[in-house]
Structure formats: C-alpha cells, structure tokens
C-alpha cells in the first residue's frame, strides 16, 4: 500500500493510454443487440523510478503488484466542462457495463512486462462524440481512498444501429490480453454492415466465379424440353420395326448382322441373322356372333 497524507507529495505515477477506443454502437435494450466500444480501452500505469521516493513509498517495482489500486471509468462530453455536474450525471447513467478494472500483471504485444487496465464490457446508451474519463484509486487500510492520476481518451463516435460501421478485427494487444486469460471479445474477421454496394460487389463475384467454373468444364448439350432427340447411327428399334411392317418385310432388322457388319467395318461371321418378326403377318379378325345368348355363329359372316 502507497498511503498518503495530506502534505505529502503524491508517488510518481502516471497513466499512459496504449489502446484508443473508436466506434461504439448506441446500447438497445436487449444484450443481444448491446456491442461493446471496440477496440476495448487498455491504460498502462507508469512509474517513473528516477523521481520515485523510496523512503516513503518503498519499492517501485511492488507498485505493479498492489492489489489495493483500481482504475475507475467514466464518460464526459467532448465540449463539457469540469464544473458542469448535471451533464455529468446525465452521462453517468448513458455508461453502462463494467466501469471499474483492476490491474493485471501481463506480457505485452511485444513481450514486454507491463501493468494494464482493461475495459474489455463498455457500451454507451446515446449517440454522440464522446471521451472515456480514467481515474486511478487506491484503497488504503480499508477506508481512506485515494486518487493518484488520470487521464483522458481521445473521442470516439458512439452510432445509431443503421450507420454502425460494425466491429473491427481484434487487435493485436486484445488477442494477446485473451491469450493470458483477461475477458475481452475476440473477433477473428471483420462483421461489417452490408450495404446495397457491398450486396451488389458479391453477386458480381459468385457470378464470375460460376462463368469461370463453367469454362472450365467440359461442354455438354443439354436437350430441352420439347426438342427432339438426337439421332443415333442406327435408328432406334421401335423405329426400325415400324419400318420394317410399313415395307412388308423388306427393311433390315436393328440386329440384322449383316448390316451392323457393313456399317461399322466389322468382319463377317459365319452366324445366320434372323429378322425380329416373320416376312407376313396375317391377322383374322374374330368371328362376329348374331346372338350372345345361343352363342351361333351369324352365317352372313
């Protein structure tokens, strides 16, 4: 514990914003539609060991380790002043999540040891350009608290739902913070909004890469309905016998060898071919019957 007393100098420490927020979308009433501000807000407590008195407050390099320090967050209007207490209640309520982070001993992107604050669940219940408002405390003895630095964000846009760009990739300080167990939302692609333009860029992509999927492969002639079919070197057999009643016995069987044999080059063979139906048919028509009861025959035929 640091501790103070009125006339004392307070210890050299001082907070260092490493990740600006930049878009937020305005907080519904469903957590399903709430997105936190992106990318989430990470403070670094500094100490300056040259102007560190030691005889007061010890070691500085215990600093890091106090788990009596926590880091307190708040939203201000970027035109508000410091005297204006209602506008800061107003936005007080506007700031919902958890506003309050303990310090986390972790590796940074570079592998570094640093001492972070993360705001990994904020979100903003208004639309506006708003800044984040950090102060650090420490509780001393479990009463007095103190305040030892603060600093101020840059603005970041707070959007309607219609004009939200949507979340970015993660960066890479937040993947390295999930990695060493500290809660914060990963997201491995880009969920921007669609609009008409983007809808209309991927139709003309699928497209192209149908056509080009298309080019690629073998052609292949589709027969439509109502189009007739194409015709084989030898006609087909309902057509051949049809032929071959219509000419009385005179055209050639489909499986007549004989002509299979000329027409594809093949050499002749010592079987005989025989036509699928004899060289006449004769048909007789059943006798007419002049009473069904007596079953005669009518002799008038």
Partial sequence: ???????????????????????????????????????????????????????????PEAVVHNPHLFLTCELVSVDSKDNDKKE???L????????????????DQHGSDAAYFVFGNLSVKVQGTFQLHFVLYEIFNGEACFEWAEVVSEPFEVHSPRSFPGLAQSTTLTKTLSD?????RIRKDS??????????????????????HEDSQPTVVKRHRGEAATVMPLQMPLQQA???VTSGGSQHSPFD?????????????????????????VTQSPPLWSNPNTLTPNSAG
Avoid at 18 to 33: C, L, T
Avoid at 180 to 184: F, T, Y
């Fill in 257 to 281: 060898m004989a002509q299979v044999q000329q027409q594809y080059a093949m050499a002749p063979t010592s079987l005989a071919s025989y036509p699928l139906t004899p060289a006449a048919t």
């Fill in 92 to 107: 007080s309520k506007a700031l919902q999540g958890v506003t309050v982070s303990s310090l986390h001993k972790v590796k």
């Fill in 1 to 59: 514990t640091l501790g103070h007393n009125g006339s004392a100098p307070k210890p050299n420490l001082w907070l260092r914003m490493v990740q600006q927020p930049r878009n937020a979308k305005v907080a519904g009433g469903k957590d399903k539609d709430t997105k936190p501000i992106d990318p989430p807000p990470v403070v670094e407590l500094c100490v300056n060991k040259n102007n560190w008195d030691w005889s007061r407050y010890g070691n």
């Fill in 191 to 212: 969920h921007k909004v669609r609009t008409a333009a983007d809808t209309a860029r991927f139709a003309q992509a699928v497209t192209q890469k149908r056509r080009f």
């Fill in 88 to 90: 800061k209640t107003d």
């Fill in 242 to 244: 049809n032929n071959y």
């Fill in 180 to 184: 060493q167990g500290i809660r914060v």
